[in-house]
């Protein structure tokens, strides 16, 4: 049973460009968090989606970013026009449940604006 | 909101002391704390958790503290070994029973052991 999977690995992208983060929950997980982990810093809550659905969003920046986890396929975090500031890395956890106890974390997408 | 206090946020310690890593939080509805270790280029990894009915819980070398009333909890790394060096991180949620909870976590304390 691979584990979360999280691609690219890295990513870098020139300011006013386009960024998606792709994450593939493991078999049998239809929970998915994205975090983002600043440099030096501990990681902070962005978005909490089930299956077609959002549930919370209430970390995710108002603009620019936006998060979808289809029936189908991996779940897509989605940066336009990123800036400077969004320079990082960016982990997604599944969970088979709602049980956080159960959730585990991808290697990360770490993302640089040039 | 929650907020997790972490320190320190290094620490260097010989192999075979002991290390201890604590965390203040915020929101006395948090009931649930677990810790992570994050090595160079991975993801966290859960190492250890307590709810906050339990005051203690150990596992081998790893054992965590918890004190409900001062509303801080604690890693407590025994017998340390070079494998141990790593980043770890605190975090608190307020999830409970079937009701999905996002982690709140610490800034994260560089270990590092020394052969």
């Known amino acids: 049973n691979a584990g979360v999977m999280q691609n690219p690995r890295h990513l870098v992208r020139r300011r006013g460009q386009e960024a998606r983060l792709r994450c593939s929950p493991m078999k049998g997980h239809s929970h998915v968090y994205w975090y983002r982990q600043l440099p030096e810093e501990g990681l902070k809550f962005m978005v909490y989606?089930?299956?077609?659905?959002?549930?919370?969003e209430s970390g995710m920046p108002k603009e620019r970013f936006s998060a979808e986890f289809p029936k189908e396929g991996p779940s897509i975090l989605r940066i336009q026009q990123v800036v400077r500031g969004d320079s990082a890395a960016y982990f997604c956890?599944?969970?088979?449940?709602?049980?956080?106890?159960?959730?585990?974390f991808g290697q990360g997408t770490r993302l640089t604006v040039v | 909101g929650e907020n997790v206090e972490q320190h320190p946020s290094t620490l260097s310690v010989q192999e075979g002391d002991s290390a201890v890593i604590k965390c203040t939080y915020s929101d006395s509805a948090s009931n649930y704390f677990p810790w992570y270790k994050q090595e160079l280029g991975k993801g966290p990894q859960l190492i250890i958790d307590?709810?906050?009915?339990?005051g203690e819980k150990k596992d081998q070398r790893i054992a965590v503290t918890l004190n409900k009333t001062a509303k801080h909890f604690s890693l407590h790394i025994t017998e340390t070994q070079p494998e141990d060096s790593a980043v770890y991180f605190c975090?608190?949620?307020?999830?409970?029973?079937?009701?999905?909870?996002?982690?709140?976590f610490g800034q994260g304390t560089i270990l590092t052991v020394h052969p």
């Open positions: 975090a608190a949620s307020s999830a409970g029973g079937t009701s999905y909870g996002k982690l709140t």
């Open positions: 989606l089930q299956k077609e659905n959002i549930i919370d």
């Open positions: 307590i709810r906050s009915n339990v």
């Open positions: 956890a599944s969970s088979p449940t709602t049980e956080l106890k159960l959730a585990f």
